[in-house]
């Protein structure tokens, strides 16, 4: 059974940064495609982050440059450092993995950006 465990979230004020930790279980998460999600209030969960079971990393335009990925094998994580942050960036976080063709999601750490 896999699951996965958001933590990090909190309050922060513009320009301050938060790591976020995704921690799975029942699976090998390093030979996963790996990503982040985030879900503003009123609006559609968009597409932040992704790391492939390569370790080819992508990014949204919005966070490009400020978010990075990593991960730690030994662990079993993956983190989302985010710098520089913006109000804008106010959202619910959601890790992800695709594991034998199917989506697995964590149920998600609220990130507050205030101005």
């Known amino acids: 059974q896999v699951q996965l465990v958001e933590s990090g979230g909190g309050l922060v004020q513009a320009g301050g940064s938060l790591r976020l930790s995704c921690a799975a279980s029942g699976t090998i998460f390093s030979n996963k495609v790996r990503r982040w999600y985030r879900q503003a209030p009123g609006k559609q969960r968009e597409f932040v982050a992704i790391?492939?079971?390569?370790?080819?990393?992508t990014y949204a335009d919005s966070v490009k440059g400020r978010f990075t990925i990593s991960t730690d094998n030994a662990e079993n994580k993956m983190y989302l450092q985010m710098n520089s942050l913006k109000p804008e960036d106010t959202a619910v976080y959601y890790c992800?993995?695709?594991?034998?063709?199917?989506?697995?999601w964590g149920q998600g750490t609220q990130v507050t950006v205030s101005s």
């Open positions: 790391i492939t079971n390569s370790g080819y990393e």
């Open positions: 992800g993995a695709l594991v034998n063709s199917q989506s697995y």
